[in-house]
């Protein structure tokens, strides 16, 4: 009896740090594999690139700004990879259109709708949470509830648009100058 319950108690010793490690790979991750968003983005990330969606029947029509940590975009051109944990933020601003000193129409983005966020896990660390899949974890946070992931699962909300950048590991590096050796 004896040994057996040194074991339970051992496994459960090495158990909990395993836990509390899990999310250790980035700061915007819990150990269950919960998603936080990023809020120091404009402050602390580079901007890898931006997307002008101007068709008016689409959902996603805005300015999209897509940033990455300077270490992680710094990773990328000397390796041609994300790093573990490299954080992705897609945020998309709802489009202004007007004449300007520099043009008529100019399209700017004004207050920030959504954003679109991925974080590298290289180590397939929460296989059976439908957010964690092909290489990364997958969120969506609305500006009306910022603190809220409100994506369900990657293969509903995520899977489906991504494929075409399968070949790059599910990012659409094309672009994103920032990615490429200078
Ligand atoms: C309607 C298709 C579509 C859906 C749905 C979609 N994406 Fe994307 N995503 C794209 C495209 C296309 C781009 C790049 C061009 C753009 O933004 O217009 C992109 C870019 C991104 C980027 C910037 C990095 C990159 O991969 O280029 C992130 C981050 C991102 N998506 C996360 C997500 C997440 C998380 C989900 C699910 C919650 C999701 N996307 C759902 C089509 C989609």
Redesign the pocket.
Known sequence: MKPAFSRALLASALALPLLAMAGDFSPYVNGQGHISRPTEVRDRFVH?GS?A?LDEK???RGL?D?YTEKTSAEHYRKTGQFPDGAT???E?RKLETGAMTTGDPVVWGSDAAVW???VKDAKGRFSGNPLWADG?G???FKADAPATN??VS?EA??????V??AKTD????Q??PTLTAR
Not at 170 to 173: H, L, P, Y
């Open positions: 890898l997307w969606v689409s959902p996603a999209h897509v992705l933020v897609k998309i679109f966020v991925m990364w997958w969120a969506l409100a994506a990657y909300d995520c899977k489906g648009c991504h075409p950048a599910r990012v659409f590096i672009g994103y």
